[in-house]
């Protein structure tokens, strides 16, 4: 399934085999059952993770114990706490398997390793965080509008093929409404 | 004033004065009066910003003409509207000066350029970026988090200089909370 790693850097730079080879040489790649737990608050967070193959969620816990869903992950996606990765500290988000999730594992150490010794590599990396960083302003902005039409609107032309495998309490708790606000936006006479 | 740009890039990373001199050459710096726009709703997004001095917002004005922040800026930050600025598109917020601001300007194509030429410039823009992923990661969960006392400790905990430069009203709007509960989670009795 490496392919698949591979494909995405080609998308942003071309590689030689050998090239492909050493960088895949630093991720491990570990399986996941449904619901297991990948990052856990409170705990390190040592890993960066690129799916395979699979379906992630992260969220916070609020004090009431309330969950709200920071992020989705799918095939093809990185998913982490990016601020506890980057800052080497600890979780204030969970991570785990919507369903049996496959993951290619990146550790700090290796991707700024990576990064130091190929300059394509420190490319391709400030590239996909750059498409963070819209995709976490699309989030913000989704938040800050009121109008839950228009966040599920955002959400369905962003990453349609999110509600084939995330089940739909998910994707209210991700737009702040209810089941039942939900299913009326659902609805194919809105 | 040069200086302050060079600070924060060494920070990350060190340069002679000819690199710097280099790079310092694709920067033009411009001023902006107070309240004068930055970058305008609709309008292309050529330039990401380096603030030499002053104060800037960005927001997110909705269907019913709210306005919702979306960042501060101050002196040795980074701002524009970044979805715009990566994908090259029209932006979706508006960019402002809360006083009389000095700017580096620094054109895509620039940026683009110099991240191609020099590895550490890569480095650079990389850990940055990093950095912008993390304070927004913050600022979502700040805006799940459903405690405006939370969320008002976390911003003064994070960037207490923000409260001498910036008018109460517009940290009111940061926070999506009124006036009058700034003032209660603001008061020396809580």
Redesign the interface.
């Known amino acids: 399934m490496s392919y698949i790693l591979r494909q995405q850097i080609e998308k942003i730079t071309p590689l030689t085999d050998k090239e492909f080879e050493y960088i895949f040489s630093h991720f491990t790649t570990k399986k996941f059952k449904k619901h297991q737990f990948v990052v856990q608050e409170g705990e390190n967070v040592p890993n960066d993770f690129f799916i395979l193959d699979g379906c992630l969620k992260s969220y916070?816990t609020?004090?009431?114990g309330?969950e709200?869903i920071?992020a989705f992950g799918m095939q093809d996606w990185w998913i982490t706490?990016?601020?506890a990765y980057?800052?080497q500290s600890k979780a204030?988000?969970n991570i785990d398997c919507i369903e049996k999730s496959e993951l290619l594992c990146l550790s700090f150490q290796n991707r700024e390793k990576l990064?130091?010794e190929m300059?394509k590599i420190?490319?391709f990396?400030?590239k996909k965080?750059?498409?963070?960083?819209?995709a976490?302003?699309?989030?913000?902005?989704s938040?800050?509008?009121?109008?839950a039409k228009?966040k599920y609107d955002q959400l369905l032309q962003l990453y349609p093929q999110l509600f084939q495998k995330v089940p739909k309490q998910l994707i209210a708790s991700y737009l702040?409404v209810t089941r039942e606000t939900l299913s009326r936006l659902n609805s194919p006479t809105k």
């Not at 976490?136 to 902005?141: A, N, S, T, V, W």
């Open positions: 916070f609020d004090k009431n309330k709200h920071l706490d990016y601020e980057y800052n204030t988000i990064c130091a300059h420190e490319h990396f400030r965080t750059n498409k963070r960083n819209v976490l302003q699309q989030r913000i902005l938040l800050l509008s009121n109008n228009e702040g």
